[in-house]
Protein backbone atom coordinates (compact mmCIF):
# COMPACT_ATOMS: atom_id res chain seq x y z
CA UNK A 1 0.00 0.00 0.00
CA UNK A 2 1.22 3.58 -0.98
CA UNK A 3 0.51 6.79 1.46
CA UNK A 4 -3.22 8.01 0.10
CA UNK A 5 -4.27 11.77 0.26
CA UNK A 6 -6.84 13.36 2.55
CA UNK A 7 -9.27 13.23 -0.28
CA UNK A 8 -8.65 9.79 -1.21
CA UNK A 9 -9.00 8.65 1.86
CA UNK A 10 -12.69 10.46 2.43
CA UNK A 11 -13.52 9.33 -0.76
CA UNK A 12 -13.09 5.52 0.17
CA UNK A 13 -15.04 5.96 3.42
CA UNK A 14 -17.91 8.05 1.62
CA UNK A 15 -18.20 4.99 -0.79
CA UNK A 16 -18.56 2.79 1.32
CA UNK A 17 -20.82 4.69 4.09
CA UNK A 18 -22.83 6.82 1.81
CA UNK A 19 -24.50 8.52 5.15
CA UNK A 20 -20.99 10.39 5.89
CA UNK A 21 -20.31 13.67 4.60
CA UNK A 22 -17.35 16.12 4.44
CA UNK A 23 -16.68 19.11 6.34
CA UNK A 24 -16.74 22.29 3.87
CA UNK A 25 -13.62 23.13 2.82
CA UNK A 26 -11.47 20.59 4.98
CA UNK A 27 -11.55 17.04 4.81
CA UNK A 28 -12.66 16.16 7.95
CA UNK A 29 -15.24 13.77 7.80
CA UNK A 30 -18.24 14.14 9.69
CA UNK A 31 -19.79 10.70 10.84
CA UNK A 32 -23.38 10.12 12.04
CA UNK A 33 -23.05 9.51 15.61
CA UNK A 34 -24.72 5.96 15.22
CA UNK A 35 -22.49 5.21 12.55
CA UNK A 36 -18.93 5.51 14.43
CA UNK A 37 -18.43 2.42 15.71
CA UNK A 38 -18.79 0.44 12.03
CA UNK A 39 -17.02 3.22 10.63
CA UNK A 40 -14.18 3.06 13.12
CA UNK A 41 -14.08 -1.07 12.35
CA UNK A 42 -13.89 -0.41 8.67
CA UNK A 43 -11.35 2.13 8.78
CA UNK A 44 -8.92 0.71 11.41
CA UNK A 45 -8.87 -2.57 8.71
CA UNK A 46 -7.00 -2.83 5.39
CA UNK A 47 -6.83 -0.84 3.42
CA UNK A 48 -7.16 2.34 5.42
CA UNK A 49 -5.69 0.59 8.31
CA UNK A 50 -5.89 3.71 10.38
CA UNK A 51 -4.48 1.52 13.74
CA UNK A 52 -3.33 4.72 16.14
CA UNK A 53 -6.11 6.54 17.36
CA UNK A 54 -3.58 9.50 18.20
CA UNK A 55 -6.14 12.12 20.01
CA UNK A 56 -9.67 12.60 20.80
CA UNK A 57 -10.61 16.54 20.84
CA UNK A 58 -13.95 18.43 22.47
CA UNK A 59 -14.89 21.44 20.68
CA UNK A 60 -17.91 23.56 22.57
CA UNK A 61 -19.66 25.39 19.44
CA UNK A 62 -22.25 26.81 21.69
CA UNK A 63 -25.54 24.98 19.92
CA UNK A 64 -23.30 21.62 19.43
CA UNK A 65 -20.29 19.96 20.67
CA UNK A 66 -17.94 18.20 18.23
CA UNK A 67 -16.04 15.51 19.25
CA UNK A 68 -12.90 14.99 16.64
CA UNK A 69 -11.02 12.16 16.28
CA UNK A 70 -7.42 12.25 15.04
CA UNK A 71 -6.47 9.46 13.63
CA UNK A 72 -3.20 7.82 11.67
CA UNK A 73 -1.50 5.32 10.88
CA UNK A 74 2.06 4.10 11.47
CA UNK A 75 2.21 1.20 8.41
CA UNK A 76 0.66 3.47 5.82
CA UNK A 77 1.67 6.87 6.76
CA UNK A 78 -1.38 9.00 6.13
CA UNK A 79 -4.21 10.25 8.80
CA UNK A 80 -8.05 11.10 9.02
CA UNK A 81 -9.49 13.38 11.08
CA UNK A 82 -13.21 11.97 12.17
CA UNK A 83 -16.13 14.28 13.63
CA UNK A 84 -19.17 13.35 15.59
CA UNK A 85 -21.43 16.67 16.16
CA UNK A 86 -23.69 15.95 19.01
CA UNK A 87 -26.67 18.27 20.13
CA UNK A 88 -26.94 19.65 23.62
CA UNK A 89 -29.78 17.54 24.89
CA UNK A 90 -28.62 14.63 23.76
CA UNK A 91 -24.41 14.04 24.59
CA UNK A 92 -24.43 10.33 24.23
CA UNK A 93 -22.02 8.84 21.90
CA UNK A 94 -20.60 5.09 21.20
CA UNK A 95 -17.18 4.71 22.92
CA UNK A 96 -14.26 3.15 20.57
CA UNK A 97 -12.02 2.37 23.34
CA UNK A 98 -13.16 -1.33 22.37
CA UNK A 99 -11.41 -1.04 19.33
CA UNK A 100 -8.22 1.61 20.16
CA UNK A 101 -7.10 0.91 23.29
CA UNK A 102 -6.21 4.54 23.75
CA UNK A 103 -9.48 5.92 23.84
CA UNK A 104 -10.13 4.75 27.14
CA UNK A 105 -8.34 7.45 28.73
CA UNK A 106 -8.90 10.42 25.45
CA UNK A 107 -12.60 9.72 26.45
CA UNK A 108 -12.40 9.81 29.94
CA UNK A 109 -10.48 13.26 29.29
CA UNK A 110 -13.59 14.25 27.00
CA UNK A 111 -16.07 13.35 29.81
CA UNK A 112 -14.57 15.18 32.01
CA UNK A 113 -14.05 18.14 30.33
CA UNK A 114 -17.08 18.64 28.08
CA UNK A 115 -19.66 16.03 29.70
CA UNK A 116 -20.32 13.97 26.63
CA UNK A 117 -21.24 10.36 27.88
CA UNK A 118 -19.47 7.24 25.98
CA UNK A 119 -21.48 4.54 26.30
CA UNK A 120 -20.28 1.31 26.61
CA UNK A 121 -17.27 2.91 27.97
CA UNK A 122 -15.48 0.32 30.38
CA UNK A 123 -14.36 3.10 33.53
CA UNK A 124 -15.88 6.24 32.66
CA UNK A 125 -14.83 8.71 35.76
CA UNK A 126 -13.35 12.08 35.70
CA UNK A 127 -9.79 11.60 35.05
CA UNK A 128 -8.25 15.38 35.69
CA UNK A 129 -10.47 16.73 37.89
CA UNK A 130 -11.61 15.67 41.43
CA UNK A 131 -14.07 12.75 41.31
CA UNK A 132 -16.63 14.79 42.78
CA UNK A 133 -16.05 18.08 40.97
CA UNK A 134 -19.13 19.46 39.45
CA UNK A 135 -19.61 21.10 35.77
CA UNK A 136 -17.70 21.11 32.87
CA UNK A 137 -14.90 23.08 32.93
CA UNK A 138 -13.68 23.68 29.11
CA UNK A 139 -17.73 24.15 28.28
CA UNK A 140 -17.91 27.91 27.02
CA UNK A 141 -20.90 28.26 29.87
CA UNK A 142 -19.08 27.23 32.53
CA UNK A 143 -18.85 29.07 35.91
CA UNK A 144 -16.72 29.28 38.63
CA UNK A 145 -16.19 31.81 41.37
CA UNK A 146 -12.30 31.11 41.63
CA UNK A 147 -12.01 31.39 37.56
CA UNK A 148 -11.79 34.83 36.64
CA UNK A 149 -11.76 35.41 32.43
CA UNK A 150 -9.50 38.17 31.37
CA UNK A 151 -10.52 41.27 30.20
CA UNK A 152 -10.29 41.08 26.39
CA UNK A 153 -8.76 42.68 23.79
CA UNK B 1 -11.84 -10.08 47.01
CA UNK B 2 -10.48 -13.36 47.30
CA UNK B 3 -9.77 -14.73 49.99
CA UNK B 4 -8.32 -18.11 50.97
CA UNK B 5 -8.51 -20.11 54.36
CA UNK B 6 -5.46 -22.52 54.55
CA UNK B 7 -4.90 -24.57 57.43
CA UNK B 8 -3.21 -21.93 60.03
CA UNK B 9 -3.00 -19.11 58.05
CA UNK B 10 -5.54 -16.34 56.31
CA UNK B 11 -4.13 -14.14 53.38
CA UNK B 12 -6.37 -11.81 50.96
CA UNK B 13 -5.81 -9.15 48.31
CA UNK B 14 -5.01 -5.58 49.88
CA UNK B 15 -5.30 -2.37 48.14
CA UNK B 16 -1.86 0.03 48.80
CA UNK B 17 -1.24 3.59 47.87
CA UNK B 18 2.22 4.23 45.90
CA UNK B 19 1.78 7.96 45.55
CA UNK B 20 0.88 11.02 45.06
CA UNK B 21 3.98 11.85 47.20
CA UNK B 22 6.79 9.50 46.29
CA UNK B 23 10.22 9.20 45.11
CA UNK B 24 9.94 6.77 42.18
CA UNK B 25 6.81 8.26 40.68
CA UNK B 26 8.14 11.28 39.07
CA UNK B 27 5.93 13.79 39.95
CA UNK B 28 2.67 13.72 41.87
CA UNK B 29 0.99 10.02 39.99
CA UNK B 30 -0.63 8.04 42.63
CA UNK B 31 -0.98 4.46 41.73
CA UNK B 32 -3.41 2.25 43.73
CA UNK B 33 -1.97 -1.30 43.57
CA UNK B 34 -3.90 -4.40 44.67
CA UNK B 35 -1.19 -6.75 45.60
CA UNK B 36 -1.55 -10.62 46.52
CA UNK B 37 1.67 -10.56 48.89
CA UNK B 38 4.99 -8.70 46.87
CA UNK B 39 2.42 -9.57 43.49
CA UNK B 40 0.60 -6.77 41.95
CA UNK B 41 -2.85 -8.05 40.81
CA UNK B 42 -4.78 -4.74 40.08
CA UNK B 43 -3.01 -1.18 39.08
CA UNK B 44 -5.23 1.81 38.83
CA UNK B 45 -3.48 5.09 38.25
CA UNK B 46 -5.15 8.12 39.59
CA UNK B 47 -3.98 11.75 38.06
CA UNK B 48 -4.92 15.33 37.91
CA UNK B 49 -2.86 16.35 41.00
CA UNK B 50 -1.24 19.28 39.03
CA UNK B 51 -3.99 20.43 36.86
CA UNK B 52 -3.95 23.44 35.88
CA UNK B 53 -6.39 24.22 33.04
CA UNK B 54 -3.91 25.38 30.46
CA UNK B 55 -6.77 24.67 28.04
CA UNK B 56 -8.98 26.91 29.59
CA UNK B 57 -6.30 29.57 30.54
CA UNK B 58 -5.49 29.40 26.49
CA UNK B 59 -9.14 30.50 25.65
CA UNK B 60 -8.55 33.73 27.51
CA UNK B 61 -5.18 34.27 26.32
CA UNK B 62 -3.52 35.25 22.79
CA UNK B 63 -1.50 33.26 20.68
CA UNK B 64 1.59 35.07 21.98
CA UNK B 65 0.88 35.16 25.59
CA UNK B 66 0.23 31.18 25.57
CA UNK B 67 4.26 30.67 24.60
CA UNK B 68 4.97 30.33 28.45
CA UNK B 69 2.21 28.54 29.77
CA UNK B 70 4.06 25.87 27.16
CA UNK B 71 7.43 26.14 29.09
CA UNK B 72 5.33 24.18 32.52
CA UNK B 73 3.79 21.30 29.92
CA UNK B 74 6.94 19.02 29.75
CA UNK B 75 9.51 21.21 31.98
CA UNK B 76 12.21 18.88 31.53
CA UNK B 77 12.02 19.73 27.70
CA UNK B 78 10.19 23.07 27.80
CA UNK B 79 12.11 24.17 24.61
CA UNK B 80 10.60 21.28 22.66
CA UNK B 81 7.32 22.19 23.96
CA UNK B 82 7.75 25.78 22.59
CA UNK B 83 9.16 24.37 18.84
CA UNK B 84 5.42 22.31 19.11
CA UNK B 85 3.48 24.93 19.99
CA UNK B 86 4.65 27.99 17.61
CA UNK B 87 4.92 25.25 14.84
CA UNK B 88 1.18 24.75 15.27
CA UNK B 89 -0.04 28.11 15.00
CA UNK B 90 2.26 29.27 12.65
CA UNK B 91 0.94 26.20 10.55
CA UNK B 92 -2.55 28.17 11.09
CA UNK B 93 -1.40 31.00 10.24
CA UNK B 94 0.07 29.71 6.83
CA UNK B 95 3.98 31.23 7.99
CA UNK B 96 6.83 30.20 6.56
CA UNK B 97 9.79 31.22 8.97
CA UNK B 98 13.46 31.82 7.68
CA UNK B 99 16.15 29.26 6.75
CA UNK B 100 18.28 30.22 9.81
CA UNK B 101 15.23 29.78 12.39
CA UNK B 102 14.58 26.65 11.14
CA UNK B 103 18.11 25.70 11.49
CA UNK B 104 18.38 26.79 15.00
CA UNK B 105 15.53 25.31 16.22
CA UNK B 106 16.99 21.89 15.63
CA UNK B 107 19.85 23.15 17.41
CA UNK B 108 18.33 24.06 20.29
CA UNK B 109 15.01 21.04 20.15
CA UNK B 110 17.97 18.45 19.78
CA UNK B 111 20.23 20.01 22.93
CA UNK B 112 16.71 19.77 24.67
CA UNK B 113 16.36 16.60 23.97
CA UNK B 114 19.80 15.27 24.94
CA UNK B 115 19.40 17.25 28.55
CA UNK B 116 15.57 15.64 28.31
CA UNK B 117 17.22 12.14 28.17
CA UNK B 118 20.04 12.78 30.44
CA UNK B 119 17.31 13.17 33.19
CA UNK B 120 15.55 10.10 31.83
CA UNK B 121 18.40 7.67 32.42
CA UNK B 122 19.64 9.36 35.63
CA UNK B 123 16.61 9.30 37.30
CA UNK B 124 15.66 5.49 35.41
CA UNK B 125 19.50 4.03 37.35
CA UNK B 126 18.32 5.94 40.47
CA UNK B 127 15.13 3.89 40.45
CA UNK B 128 17.02 0.90 40.11
CA UNK B 129 19.00 0.95 43.11
CA UNK B 130 22.48 2.79 41.66
CA UNK B 131 22.46 5.01 44.37
CA UNK B 132 22.85 8.64 43.13
CA UNK B 133 26.37 8.23 40.90
CA UNK B 134 24.51 7.69 37.42
CA UNK B 135 22.35 10.88 38.43
CA UNK B 136 25.31 13.20 39.39
CA UNK B 137 26.94 12.56 36.30
CA UNK B 138 23.84 12.78 33.72
CA UNK B 139 23.24 16.00 35.68
CA UNK B 140 26.65 17.35 35.15
CA UNK B 141 26.30 16.46 31.41
CA UNK B 142 22.68 18.07 31.51
CA UNK B 143 24.46 21.70 33.67
CA UNK B 144 26.25 22.11 30.11
CA UNK B 145 23.29 22.55 27.63
CA UNK B 146 21.55 24.30 31.13
CA UNK B 147 24.48 26.89 30.70
CA UNK B 148 23.96 27.38 26.92
CA UNK B 149 20.56 27.58 27.31
CA UNK B 150 20.85 30.39 30.18
CA UNK B 151 23.33 32.13 27.59
CA UNK B 152 20.91 31.68 24.71
CA UNK B 153 17.82 33.37 26.66
CA UNK B 154 18.42 33.80 30.08
CA UNK B 155 16.40 31.08 31.65
CA UNK B 156 17.54 27.44 33.20
CA UNK B 157 14.75 25.93 32.96
CA UNK B 158 11.64 27.60 31.53
CA UNK B 159 13.25 28.96 28.31
CA UNK B 160 10.28 30.65 26.62
CA UNK B 161 12.27 31.04 23.15
CA UNK B 162 10.56 30.50 20.51
CA UNK B 163 8.49 33.11 19.01
CA UNK B 164 5.90 32.68 16.48
CA UNK B 165 7.43 33.34 12.98
CA UNK B 166 10.84 32.68 14.57
CA UNK B 167 13.42 32.97 17.45
CA UNK B 168 13.95 34.80 19.97
CA UNK B 169 17.52 35.73 19.70
CA UNK B 170 20.38 34.86 17.68
CA UNK B 171 22.73 31.77 18.11
CA UNK B 172 26.02 34.11 18.52
CA UNK B 173 29.84 32.87 17.17
CA UNK B 174 30.23 32.32 21.14
CA UNK B 175 27.67 29.99 21.72
CA UNK B 176 28.16 27.60 18.63
CA UNK B 177 31.46 27.87 20.04
CA UNK B 178 30.27 26.19 23.51
CA UNK B 179 27.90 23.95 21.15
CA UNK B 180 30.66 22.30 19.19
CA UNK B 181 33.18 21.85 22.29
CA UNK B 182 29.79 20.24 24.38
CA UNK B 183 29.34 18.04 21.61
CA UNK B 184 32.90 16.64 21.96
CA UNK B 185 32.65 16.33 25.04
CA UNK B 186 29.43 14.25 25.41
CA UNK B 187 30.53 11.73 22.78
CA UNK B 188 32.65 9.64 25.21
CA UNK B 189 30.65 10.22 28.07
CA UNK B 190 27.40 8.49 26.75
CA UNK B 191 30.07 5.87 26.35
CA UNK B 192 30.94 5.56 29.75
CA UNK B 193 27.32 5.35 30.77
CA UNK B 194 27.45 2.20 28.41
CA UNK B 195 29.74 0.89 30.61
CA UNK B 196 28.75 2.06 34.25
CA UNK B 197 25.45 1.45 33.55
CA UNK B 198 24.00 0.11 30.35
CA UNK B 199 25.63 -3.24 30.49
CA UNK B 200 25.87 -3.40 34.11
CA UNK B 201 25.03 -6.90 35.23
CA UNK B 202 22.45 -5.94 37.93
CA UNK B 203 21.25 -3.38 35.65
CA UNK B 204 20.58 -5.94 33.15
CA UNK B 205 19.05 -8.10 35.43
CA UNK B 206 17.14 -5.55 37.43
CA UNK B 207 15.38 -4.32 33.99
CA UNK B 208 15.46 -7.20 30.88
CA UNK B 209 12.23 -8.95 30.30
CA UNK B 210 10.57 -6.26 32.73
CA UNK B 211 7.22 -4.58 31.29
CA UNK B 212 7.28 -6.10 27.73
CA UNK B 213 5.29 -4.20 25.76
CA UNK B 214 4.34 -5.84 22.33
CA UNK B 215 4.06 -4.00 19.35
CA UNK B 216 0.67 -4.25 18.97
CA UNK B 217 -0.26 -3.22 22.37
CA UNK B 218 1.86 0.39 21.50
CA UNK B 219 0.22 1.21 18.43
CA UNK B 220 -3.30 0.38 20.47
CA UNK B 221 -2.16 2.62 23.09
CA UNK B 222 -1.19 4.84 21.11
CA UNK B 223 2.30 5.15 22.50
CA UNK B 224 4.46 7.33 20.76
CA UNK B 225 8.48 8.20 21.19
CA UNK B 226 11.42 6.33 22.70
CA UNK B 227 8.48 4.02 24.30
CA UNK B 228 7.20 2.58 20.59
CA UNK B 229 11.01 2.37 19.08
CA UNK B 230 11.77 0.05 21.82
CA UNK B 231 8.93 -2.31 21.13
CA UNK B 232 10.64 -2.54 17.86
CA UNK B 233 8.56 -0.09 15.52
CA UNK B 234 10.69 2.16 13.89
CA UNK B 235 8.88 5.47 13.75
CA UNK B 236 10.06 8.61 14.12
CA UNK B 237 8.25 11.77 13.59
CA UNK B 238 11.72 13.55 12.29
CA UNK B 239 11.73 10.62 9.52
CA UNK B 240 8.61 9.49 8.64
CA UNK B 241 6.69 13.51 8.48
CA UNK B 242 9.64 15.77 8.63
CA UNK B 243 9.29 19.19 9.81
CA UNK B 244 11.82 21.64 9.93
CA UNK B 245 14.66 20.71 8.36
CA UNK B 246 15.55 17.08 9.46
CA UNK B 247 14.31 15.62 5.67
CA UNK B 248 17.77 17.59 5.22
CA UNK B 249 19.61 15.78 8.05
CA UNK B 250 21.40 12.33 8.34
CA UNK B 251 20.56 10.79 11.19
CA UNK B 252 19.50 6.92 12.45
CA UNK B 253 16.29 5.55 14.30
CA UNK B 254 17.18 3.29 16.94
CA UNK B 255 14.74 0.59 17.76
CA UNK B 256 14.61 -2.01 20.54
CA UNK B 257 13.93 -5.78 20.06
CA UNK B 258 11.71 -6.93 22.86
CA UNK B 259 9.98 -3.68 24.01
CA UNK B 260 10.98 -4.68 27.35
CA UNK B 261 12.32 -1.33 30.11
CA UNK B 262 16.05 -2.21 29.16
CA UNK B 263 14.82 -1.88 25.47
CA UNK B 264 12.98 2.05 26.08
CA UNK B 265 16.23 2.71 28.17
CA UNK B 266 18.20 1.52 25.63
CA UNK B 267 16.83 3.59 22.68
CA UNK B 268 17.32 6.82 24.20
CA UNK B 269 20.71 6.13 24.73
CA UNK B 270 20.91 5.31 21.56
CA UNK B 271 19.11 8.89 20.37
CA UNK B 272 21.34 10.90 22.67
CA UNK B 273 24.20 10.02 20.13
CA UNK B 274 21.83 10.47 17.40
CA UNK B 275 20.71 13.95 18.47
CA UNK B 276 24.80 14.86 18.58
CA UNK B 277 25.15 13.73 14.88
CA UNK B 278 21.79 16.18 14.11
CA UNK B 279 23.40 19.07 15.73
CA UNK B 280 27.21 18.68 14.58
CA UNK B 281 25.25 18.32 10.65
CA UNK B 282 23.42 21.38 11.77
CA UNK B 283 26.04 24.07 12.68
CA UNK B 284 28.06 22.57 9.61
CA UNK B 285 24.91 23.87 7.40
CA UNK B 286 23.75 26.76 9.34
CA UNK B 287 22.57 29.65 6.92
CA UNK B 288 23.24 33.26 7.49
CA UNK B 289 20.03 35.11 7.77
CA UNK B 290 17.35 36.92 9.98
CA UNK B 291 15.94 34.36 12.71
CA UNK B 292 12.19 35.81 12.53
CA UNK B 293 9.96 36.79 9.63
CA UNK B 294 8.17 40.35 10.00
CA UNK B 295 4.67 39.71 11.84
CA UNK B 296 2.67 41.52 13.87
CA UNK B 297 2.75 41.05 17.93
CA UNK B 298 -0.83 40.15 17.89
CA UNK B 299 -2.06 37.36 15.39
CA UNK B 300 -5.29 36.43 13.79
CA UNK B 301 -5.73 33.15 11.94
CA UNK B 302 -8.62 33.04 9.92
CA UNK B 303 -11.83 30.83 11.20
CA UNK B 304 -9.86 27.47 10.67
CA UNK B 305 -8.16 24.58 12.67
CA UNK B 306 -5.26 22.53 12.31
CA UNK B 307 -3.86 19.41 14.07
CA UNK B 308 -0.05 19.54 14.16
CA UNK B 309 2.30 17.50 16.34
CA UNK B 310 6.18 17.17 16.84
CA UNK B 311 8.40 14.70 17.99
CA UNK B 312 9.24 15.37 21.96
CA UNK B 313 11.51 13.29 23.70
CA UNK B 314 8.95 11.56 25.06
CA UNK B 315 6.74 10.92 22.42
CA UNK B 316 4.54 13.06 19.70
CA UNK B 317 3.07 15.99 21.01
CA UNK B 318 0.33 17.30 19.35
CA UNK B 319 -1.86 21.00 19.40
CA UNK B 320 -5.56 21.10 17.87
CA UNK B 321 -5.77 24.38 17.40
CA UNK B 322 -9.56 26.03 16.51
CA UNK B 323 -9.27 30.00 15.66
CA UNK B 324 -12.22 32.01 15.03
CA UNK B 325 -11.10 35.14 13.98
CA UNK B 326 -10.37 36.69 16.66
CA UNK B 327 -6.21 37.07 18.57
CA UNK B 328 -7.53 34.20 20.96
CA UNK B 329 -7.50 30.75 20.09
CA UNK B 330 -10.86 29.28 20.52
CA UNK B 331 -10.38 26.02 21.58
CA UNK B 332 -6.59 24.73 22.16
CA UNK B 333 -6.18 20.85 22.66
CA UNK B 334 -2.86 19.28 24.20
CA UNK B 335 -2.27 15.87 23.13
CA UNK B 336 0.42 15.48 25.73
CA UNK B 337 2.78 11.75 24.78
CA UNK B 338 3.07 11.02 28.42
CA UNK B 339 -0.84 10.73 29.09
CA UNK B 340 -0.94 7.88 26.50
CA UNK B 341 2.33 6.39 27.26
CA UNK B 342 0.74 6.37 31.14
CA UNK B 343 -2.32 4.87 30.43
CA UNK B 344 -1.00 1.45 29.31
CA UNK B 345 0.52 1.08 32.59
CA UNK B 346 -1.73 -0.96 34.06
CA UNK B 347 -1.90 -4.06 31.49
CA UNK B 348 1.97 -3.97 31.86
CA UNK B 349 2.44 -4.24 35.56
CA UNK B 350 -0.27 -7.63 36.31
CA UNK B 351 1.44 -10.04 37.86
CA UNK B 352 4.97 -8.39 38.45
CA UNK B 353 6.73 -7.76 41.57
CA UNK B 354 6.30 -4.56 43.59
CA UNK B 355 10.16 -3.73 43.01
CA UNK B 356 9.72 -4.40 39.54
CA UNK B 357 6.41 -1.52 38.76
CA UNK B 358 8.90 1.33 39.78
CA UNK B 359 11.25 -0.04 36.73
CA UNK B 360 8.64 -0.14 34.57
CA UNK B 361 7.23 3.39 35.15
CA UNK B 362 10.87 4.35 35.27
CA UNK B 363 11.78 3.08 32.17
CA UNK B 364 8.42 4.86 30.30
CA UNK B 365 9.79 7.71 32.01
CA UNK B 366 6.68 10.01 32.26
CA UNK B 367 6.63 13.80 33.37
CA UNK B 368 3.41 14.31 35.35
CA UNK B 369 3.27 18.55 34.37
CA UNK B 370 2.44 17.32 30.34
CA UNK B 371 -0.07 14.88 31.51
CA UNK B 372 -2.26 16.80 33.76
CA UNK B 373 -1.34 20.31 32.13
Not at chain 1, 42 to 57: F, G, S, V
Request: net charge negative.
Amino acid sequence: MKKMRPDEISAIIKSKFPQVTEEAGTNYIIVPKESILEVSQYIKNPPLALDNLHCITGIDRKEKIEVVYTLYSIGEHHGVTLKVNLTLEDLNVASVSAIWKSANWLEREVYDLFGVIFSGHPDLRRILNPYDWQGYPLRKNYSNPDFIAKPRM
Amino acid sequence: MDATQTKDMYTEEFLINMGPQHPSTHGVLSLELKLDGETIRGCTPHIGYLHRSMEKIAENRTFTQFIPFTDRLDYVASMNNNLGYVMAVEKLLNLEISERAKYIRVIIAELNRIASHLIATGTFAQDLGAFATPLFYCFREREKIVEIFDQICGNRLTYNYMRIGGVMADLSGEIIEKIKEFIEYMRPKIDDYDELITYNVIFLARSKHIGVLSKEMAINYSVTGPNLRGSGVKWDLRKDEPYLVYDKLEFDVPVGENGDAWDRYKVRIEEMRQSLRIIEQAIESLPQGDVTVKVGRVHKPSVSETYFRTENPRGELGFYIVGDGSVYPYRLKIRSPSFSNLAVLPELVKDIKVADIVCVLGSFDVLMGEIDR
